[in-house]
Structures are given as C-alpha cells and as structure tokens.
Nanobody, 115 residues
Framework: QVQLVVSGGGSVQAGGSLRLSCAAS????????MAWFRQVPGKEREEVAF??????TTYADSVKDRFTASRGSKNYLYLDLNSLQPDDTAMYYC??????????WGQGTQVTVSS
C-alpha cells in the first residue's frame, strides 16, 4: 500500500526558511515523478515543484530562486523554502506517481508566514 507522509510545516516570519519532507513507501519501484503542490482555501491548487527520477526539476515562477526540491534516498522528497513571504502561506502537499496526473498524495502540512 502506497503511503506518502509529509512533515516539516510550521509558522515563520517573512524572510525565514523551512524544510518540508515527504516519505513515500509502498512503491515496488521508485516513482518516476514526485512533486510539491500548495493550496490556499478558495484558490486553485498550485504546482510548486516537479521533479523526475533523474533530478530534472521545474518550479512555479512564484517560487523560483527561493525554493529547492530534491529527492533523497529511499523515496524521500524534500522542499527547502527560503526567503518566505506571506503569499507562501498555504497547505503544502506531496504527490508521486509514474505518470501524469500523479495519483498518490500525502496529507498536507501547513506553512504560515507572518509579515
């Protein structure tokens, strides 16, 4: 049974940093794609970072040069959030799969940035 467990959210002041982690288990092979999404109530879900098995990554324009996604061993996915701004406040989700759209999702973790 595939499971994605997300951790690392919290509250920080503007300009601060956080690291989110996603531990994926239950895959028989490493998922080709892993990604971070975020959502604010009343708004559409936004793809923050998308990374393939070879580390090729795409970022939303709103987070480029501030956020860094990386894949670790044993199907871990990380998101380093730097220079956080109040507009980054959202619920952040991890997702994984071998095709788009990704079909496995973790629970969200709240990131709150105060000015």
């Amino acid at each position: 049974q595939v499971q994605l467990v997300v951790s690392g959210g919290g509250s920080v002041q503007a300009g601060g940093s956080l690291r989110l982690s996603c531990a994926a288990s239950g895959f028989t092979v490493r998922p080709y794609y892993m990604a971070w999404f975020r959502q604010v109530p009343g708004k559409e879900r936004e793809e923050v970072a998308f990374i393939d098995l070879y580390g090729r990554t795409t970022y939303a324009d709103s987070v480029k040069d501030r956020f860094t996604a990386s894949r670790g061993s044993k199907n871990y996915l990380y998101l380093d959030l730097n220079s956080l701004q109040p507009d980054d406040t959202a619920m952040y989700y991890c997702a994984a799969g071998n095709d788009r759209p990704l079909n496995y999702w973790g629970q969200g973790t709240q990131v709150t940035v105060s000015s």
